[in-house]
Each structure stands twice: as structure tokens, then as C-alpha cells.
């Protein structure tokens, strides 16, 4: 174990640019992760994750236990499907995600006996985990167990995990690189498994390295998190593992910005972490590998945060993957009656939705209720060309130039400024004194660019 | 027992922004960082910068309502930035100019300087500056640099040559304590080097300006007068006269650094205040002007796109 504070860092602990927005962590980080009655039903949409969607193998009326599968991943990027509960398919159907999404989903009725409160709690995330996997696990039995489980990146992208631990013959991965850094606002689900459950994080970023065979393994958290520091180091003694501590900036939990932060190695244009040697994944997601892999249960759970002032009572919960986002948000005592927007995930990248019954799927790392007095409101106004939106992008873009590209669907001109290299991050909009739309406008002329290209 | 629900509305992201942040309040703070040099024109010129003030900032906001109207588009003038313009204007005016003057320069500052190419963050040029040459040349001699002198007028300053004017004409030299302080004649918001730093520092603090431009600007100023003032063996004195006489400090916190006119990137803005400085010298050294502060903001106005497409940031992962 060794911690290390920026200076000893290779990076510099931190990137070029970004923003400081307030963070809200203080609405839910004190509060334990509660565990959610078993619900009355669960909606397990079939395409979870970035890929293909699973094949359902369950028919309506059959009978299910919890953990087993009721879909398959066949395609390369796609996953396994479990349920979470025990109970009856009650039919195969269509469910809108937050994202605008429509896709097949399966019914789940809870049926007879079921899993849950403190035994649950213990099973996905207590007990102990063992620190000496190398010497029980080969690196195929680790990703054979993992694609089994069916286990995306639950930071958010819901990238199929097996596909990144899978060996690849034209890249060396020398580090596994773990994301604890949550600078989402709000969010405080991974701050809380970094406290809860640090030996399940620790038992799964071992597995992780040893199935991608890298020799150095960091965890890289932000230095608003130090009772989680903390933790993790107690918890890796004795292990290879690194504790990076990074200075507190959105967005440092991009794997590029990360990357470059800690490794000090800069992700090259149109890339992957791998073009570095560098495997990237979240802290919860080390977890649910872990429990793939030594306990061999299937990610059926995950721990959200339903937060912002527009909810009563802020907690974090662990919940059945398929939960309705209404259960989730009843379970915290309701909506508030100045609650304005709902959003799957964080504030600044998170996407707002209003239909109450859809699911929790792998990928939401939480919800929070923003009210009218957070939402802006303000008219957009002239560009003034200050530039703040150029001092802030991360990724050193021009986003007013690409944003008036995309406005007036001058391709070339976007292209000319790298308009794909934007993923998205929502700091140019955040300070733009004139409340011009610009991550929104260049979201559009991404997509335009795409559909050119085909 | 349930409440009625909340009326939720969708948007995609981000939906959090900034709330310290608008243009608006940029031009507010434009305003607050001119109240040291607006003072102290109140109190070198007394009435006279009383008039002009008044007048350009009275012509420049009924000139953008006009000229907004006639556009048929919503009415602009809560955004301060006219007003801004006007007080701009106005301080960089000679005590001495003819009311029309200022009238007429305002109108152009505003219909030639802006609008005509579309608003606010639409013009090449620093609206201000437009204005305040097209009086120049069109009215030589109430806006040259003799005319700034006048015996007849009710205020002392104005008896005295300005101090750029006086070293290019005569080889007088001005205390560079009243240059600093400025208690000197001049245009009505130039003559306190004070002034104009409290204000620009503030403004850079605030971000609202862009330290880059004048800091490259005033960078360049001291390193051509410094060879100068070394050729010469002026002893260090020709430097501060340069650098606190004439229109200098004003022009780099508050006229260079007008966002829409100046490029949009750390470097460019360094690039753009380097050639305004460099230009200032050559005018100040080789033309037939005392001050070349005006015509180097709008030279490099007119070179400010080309910067932009110079200056083009290397994307994070380009090699």
C-alpha cells in the first residue's frame, strides 16, 4: 500500500481546466447505505449497457429465483441479464429509459420467499473478502466469471466489463486504473461503498489486475473524500495497491482527465485508455467483481443515491437492478413540492426524465431532484466571445466555435475543431455568461457528424 | 394526503449552471471598475466631463433603442453593455470637444460600431473606438491633440499641453507623479494611472477582463520604451512616461480587453496585446500622433479572426 498525494504523483493530481460547481455531497454522504424492501415488481430493460441488447431466455409465466438468468449477452459488447428477485415473468414488454430509449424489457413479479434488508446487505457488500486472489483465481476463470455475472461499468457508461478485462494481443495493459473520484454534484454512492464495503473494492481491483495482468493498480479519489482515503488505505495494506489523491475538480472522474491526472499520460485523440496501457474502471464496479468472481452472484444490485433538495429525506440506497425510480423516490419520503427536475444521475451530465415508472438499470449511479431555485432559467443571450468557455473545456476545445458549427450545421468547421473529441462534460454551458446551450448545440452536431459518416 | 405533484419538466444536461455568471454582469462590473477613473475625471474636469458623459451615455442608449427598433429585434438595453459603451466614449474624450462631438460619436459608435453587423457580440471592431475616430478625423481640429489645450476654458488642467503632447512637441517633461496621480490634461478618464489600475485589477480579478491582454500589452510598452529610454540615456524616465502617460492603462484594462473585439484563446489574447503595444510605440515614436492607443485597438481588431484561427488550441490527445 502507498498513498500518494499529488506531488508524488507521476501527474500533476489534477488536469488543465474544469470547473469547481458547488457539490450538494453534503445532502447524502452522512447517510448509511439503507437496503430497499424487495419491490412488488421489477423492469430489467435487455440493453443495459453501450452494445447489443441481450436475448431474453425466460417465457411469460415462468418462474424465476433471484440471480438467475433471464437473458443472454451473445454479441461481443453485450451482457448477461439476471434477476434480482425471486418471482413470476410476467410478460416480455417495452420500457422507455431515461435516455429516450424504447427497448424490450422483462417483467419481474415478486413471488415467494425473498432475499433482503441486513442478509442482502451482507451479501453484496459485507462479510470478508479475501485479499490473496492471485493465488486462487486464473486470469480466465476471473473474466469467464465476471461476462457470467454480467457486469458493466456502473459509473455511469455501463461499458460491458468482460470486454475490458478480456486479454488484447496488440495492446499491453500495465495499470488498472480506478476511478473513486465521483465529481459529479450530489452523488455520494461510490463515496459510500469507498466506506462501507473498501475490502470488497480491494478484493476486486486485485481480480481485476490479475485478469488484465497489470502490475500496478491505483485507486484514484478526490481529496474532498478523506474519511474515504482513509478507509481504503487501512484496507489495502499489505497489497500492490496505490491510493492516488487528487485535487477536487469536475470532471476528474473522465478517464482521460483521470488518467492524465495521475499517470500523467495523455489519452491520444479518437483513443482508449488501453493506447496508454491503462485499464479504467469505477470503484463499485470493483466491487460487483468482486462479488461476481469470489461469491459467484450475478450484479442483480447496485448502490444509488437519490438526493438534491427535491427530495425529502436524501439517502443512499442499495436497490434490485429494475427497481422504479417512483419506488426509489417514495422510499426517501417523496418529491418536494418545489421539485422541478428529475434526473437519472447526476446534475451535469445526467439525463432528466418525468415518467416516474421507469427502471434503475446497472448504469444509474443515482437520482437526484434538483429544484426551481437550482435549475437556470435564464434566456440565452449573444456570444461576447469571452473565451470562459474555452478556459474551462478539459479537453482544450473551442466550444463556442464548435457550438456555432453545429448551429448552422457547418460540419467542416467542426471537424476542423476536433467537434468529437467533446464528450460531453457540460463545462462550457455551466459558465457561459450569455446561457448559450453549448455542450447541447455541440451534442447536435456530434450526432450530425455521425450521421454524415454513414 | 398527497400533494398535488410538482410540475417537473425535462431539458437534457447540464442543469446546473454557474449563477455568478452573465453578461450582464459583466458589463456591471465594466461599470464598477470605471468608478475610480470616472471620479477622478469628475473632479480634473469638473462640468466639462459632467457634459460628456451625460451626452454619450444618453446617445449611445437611445441610439441602440433606435437602431435595435428599426432591426425589428427585442430591445437590448438591460444589458448594460450601451451604457458601457457611453462611459467608454465618453472618458476618452478631450474635456474640450465640442458637444456634438460626443453626440455624433456615439451615434456611430453604436450604429456603425455594433449594430450594423448585428449586436452585441457580432462587431470586428471595439464600438467606443469606431465612434471615437469617426469624430476624430471628421472634426481634426476640436479633437486633436492641440486642441486639448485651451486658456478660455473654467478649469485649470486644461490650460496645460497633455503630457504625451508635450514631450513629442517641445521635449517638456511631465512629473511622472502627476501622470500617475493625474493631475495632468488629457482625455477626461486616461489621466490617473491609478485609476485605471484599481479599476483593471479589479476587472481582471473578476475575470471579466483577460490579463493576458493587458499584460502583453503593457509588457511590450516597457520593453520598446526601455530600449528607447536606454539609446537615449533618458534614465528610466522615458519608460514611466510611456507607461502612465496617455491613454495606455486605460486602453489596455478597459478598451483592449472588450471581449467581442479581442481573440478568444489564453494565446491569442497574449498575441492581440502584444500588437496593440507594439503598435502603440510605433505610432506614438514615428507618426505625426502624440497617443496611438485608438487606432492600435482597431488595427488589431482587424487582425483579431486571423489570431483567432492562428491560435487554434491543441486538442487534449492531439500530437
Given at each position: 500500500m502507498e498513498l500518494l498525494q499529488s506531488k508524488d504523483l507521476p501527474g500533476k493530481g489534477s488536469f488543465s481546466h474544469g470547473i469547481h460547481p458547488p457539490d450538494n455531497k453534503s445532502l447524502s454522504r452522512d447517510a448509511a447505505i439503507e437496503v430497499v424492501p424487495t419491490p412488488k415488481r421489477v423492469v430489467l430493460p435487455l440493453l443495459q449497457n453501450i452494445g447489443v441488447p441481450s436475448k431474453p431466455t425466460v417465457q411469460p409465466k415462468q418462474q424465476v429465483v433471484a440471480g438467475e438468468t433471464i437473458g443472454v449477452g451473445e454479441a461481443f459488447i453485450s451482457t448477461n441479464l439476471h434477476s434480482p428477485i425471486t418471482g413470476v415473468v410476467e410478460k416480455i414488454g417495452v420500457c422507455t429509459l431515461p435516455n429516450g430509449r424504447h427497448l424490450p424489457a422483462i417483467y419481474i413479479k415478486a413471488e415467494g420467499e425473498q432475499v433482503s434488508g441486513q442478509a442482502l446487505y451482507e451479501d453484496v457488500l459485507g462479510g470478508h473478502w479475501p485479499k490473496d486472489c492471485h493465488a486462487i483465481y486464473y486470469p480466465s476463470t476471473i473474466s469467464k466469471a465476471i461476462h457470467e455475472a454480467g457486469i458493466v461499468g456502473l459509473g455511469g457508461a455501463a461499458f460491458p466489463t468482460h470486454v475490458k478485462v478480456r486479454p488484447d494481443d496488440t495492446k499491453m495493459i500495465d495499470t488498472l486504473m480506478i476511478n473513486g473520484c465521483e465529481c459529479e454534484p450530489y452523488l455520494t454512492n461510490d463515496y459510500r461503498v469507498m466506506l462501507e464495503a473498501p475490502?470488497?473494492?480491494?478484493?476486486?481491483a486485485l481480480l481485476g489486475a490479475r485478469a488484465v495482468s497489470a502490475r500496478e493498480i491505483i485507486?484514484?479519489?478526490?481529496?474532498n473524500k478523506p474519511a474515504a482515503i482513509e478507509r481504503l488505505k487501512k484496507e489495502a495494506e499489505g497489497t500492490v495497491i496505490k491510493i492516488a489523491v487528487l485535487k477536487t475538480k469536475y470532471p476528474q472522474g473522465s478517464e482521460k482527465q483521470l488518467i492524465k491526472a495521475a499517470l500523467g499520460l495523455e489519452v491520444p485523440l479518437g483513443g482508449l485508455p488501453s493506447d496508454v496501457g491503462v485499464a479504467m474502471s469505477n470503484v463499485g464496479t470493483m466491487a460487483a467483481i468482486a462479488r461476481g468472481v469470489i461469491r459467484e452472484k450475478p450484479l442483480t444490485h447496485r448502490v444509488i443515491t437519490v438526493t438534491g433538495r427535491g427530495v425529502r429525506n436524501p439517502k443512499n440506497l442499495l436497490v434490485p437492478i429494475g427497481l422504479s425510480m417512483q419506488d426509489a423516490i417514495d422510499y426517501c419520503g417523496g418529491l418536494t413540492k418545489d421539485a422541478a427536475r428529475i434526473i437519472a444521475g447526476g446534475p451535469m451530465m445526467g439525463f432528466a426524465f418525468s415518467n416516474l415508472s421507469m427502471p434503475v438499470t446497472?448504469?444509474?449511479?443515482?437520482?437526484?431532484?434538483?429544484?426551481?431555485?437550482d435549475v437556470r432559467k435564464e434566456n440565452e443571450t449573444s456570444c461576447v466571445r469571452c473565451g470562459r468557455c474555452v478556459d474551462v473545456c478539459p479537453m482544450q476545445l473551442v466550444p463556442t466555435k464548435?457550438?456555432?458549427?453545429?448551429?448552422?450545421?457547418?460540419?467542416?468547421?467542426?471537424?476542423?475543431y476536433n467537434i468529437m473529441a467533446c464528450f460531453e462534460c457540460g463545462c462550457c454551458t455551466y459558465v457561459c455568461p450569455a446561457?448559450?446551450?453549448?455542450?447541447?448545440?455541440?451534442?447536435?452536431?456530434?450526432?450530425?457528424?455521425?450521421?454524415?459518416?454513414? | 394526503m398527497e400533494d398535488a405533484a410538482p410540475a417537473v419538466h425535462v431539458s437534457p444536461s447540464p442543469h446546473i449552471g454557474s449563477t455568478s455568471n452573465s453578461t450582464r454582469r459583466m458589463m456591471i462590473d465594466v461599470l464598477i471598475a470605471l468608478t475610480p477613473a470616472v471620479a477622478m475625471a469628475i473632479y480634473m474636469f469638473r462640468v466639462y466631463a459632467l457634459i460628456h458623459l451625460g451626452l454619450c451615455v444618453a446617445t449611445c442608449l437611445a441610439a441602440e433603442y433606435?437602431?435595435?427598433?428599426?432591426?425589428?429585434?427585442?430591445?437590448?438595453?438591460?444589458d448594460f453593455s450601451a451604457a458601457v459603451t457611453g462611459v467608454i466614449l465618453a472618458l476618452s474624450m478631450p474635456a474640450t470637444a465640442p458637444w456634438y462631438a460626443s453626440v455624433i460619436a456615439s451615434a456611430v459608435a453604436i450604429g456603425l460600431g455594433k449594430i450594423i453587423f448585428g449586436g452585441l457580440g457580432m462587431n470586428?471592431?471595439?464600438?467606443?473606438?469606431?465612434?471615437?475616430?469617426?469624430?476624430?478625423?471628421?472634426?481634426?481640429?476640436?479633437?486633436?491633440?492641440?486642441?486639448?489645450e485651451s486658456g478660455a476654458g473654467w478649469v485649470d488642467a486644461i490650460s496645460q499641453a497633455t503630457p504625451m503632447n508635450a514631450l513629442k512637441q517641445s521635449g517638456t517633461w511631465t512629473p511622472i507623479g502627476d501622470m500617475f496621480l493625474g493631475f495632468t490634461n488629457g482625455s477626461l478618464g486616461e489621466t490617473s494611472a491609478l485609476a485605471c489600475l484599481l479599476g483593471g485589477l479589479y476587472l481582471c480579478y473578476r475575470r471579466t477582463a483577460s490579463w493576458e491582454i493587458p499584460a502583453g500589452m503593457i509588457?511590450?510598452?516597457?520593453?520598446?520604451?526601455?530600449?528607447?529610454?536606454?539609446?537615449?540615456?533618458?534614465?528610466?524616465?522615458?519608460?514611466?512616461?510611456?507607461?502612465?502617460?496617455?491613454?495606455?492603462?486605460?486602453?489596455?484594462?478597459?478598451?483592449a480587453t472588450d471581449p467581442v473585439s479581442s481573440p478568444l484563446t489564453p494565446r491569442g489574447k497574449a498575441i492581440f496585446g502584444i500588437g496593440i503595444g507594439a503598435l502603440v510605440m510605433l505610432l506614438r515614436f514615428l507618426s505625426g500622433y502624440p497617443e496611438g492607443v485608438m487606432f492600435a485597438v482597431l488595427l488589431m481588431n482587424a487582425v483579431t479572426p486571423l489570431i483567432n484561427r492562428w491560435t487554434i488550441p491543441r486538442t487534449f490527445g492531439e500530437f
Open positions: 475490502g470488497a473494492i480491494i478484493a476486486g485507486i484514484g479519489v478526490e481529496d446497472k448504469g444509474t449511479s443515482g437520482i437526484t431532484v434538483l429544484t426551481h431555485d464548435l457550438a456555432m458549427a453545429s448551429r448552422h450545421g457547418n460540419l467542416s468547421l467542426a471537424h476542423q446561457h448559450i446551450k453549448l455542450v447541447q448545440l455541440i451534442r447536435m452536431g456530434k450526432a450530425m457528424v455521425v450521421a454524415s459518416r454513414k | 433606435l437602431f435595435v427598433r428599426m432591426r425589428g429585434k427585442s430591445i437590448s438595453l438591460n470586428i471592431f471595439n464600438p467606443a473606438m469606431v465612434g471615437r475616430a469617426f469624430v476624430m478625423i471628421s472634426f481634426a481640429g476640436a479633437m486633436g491633440a492641440a486642441a486639448y509588457a511590450t510598452v516597457l520593453v520598446i520604451a526601455g530600449i528607447v529610454d536606454l539609446v537615449g540615456g533618458h534614465g528610466g524616465r522615458l519608460i514611466l512616461h510611456h507607461l502612465f502617460g496617455g491613454a495606455l492603462l486605460f486602453g489596455a484594462f478597459f478598451i
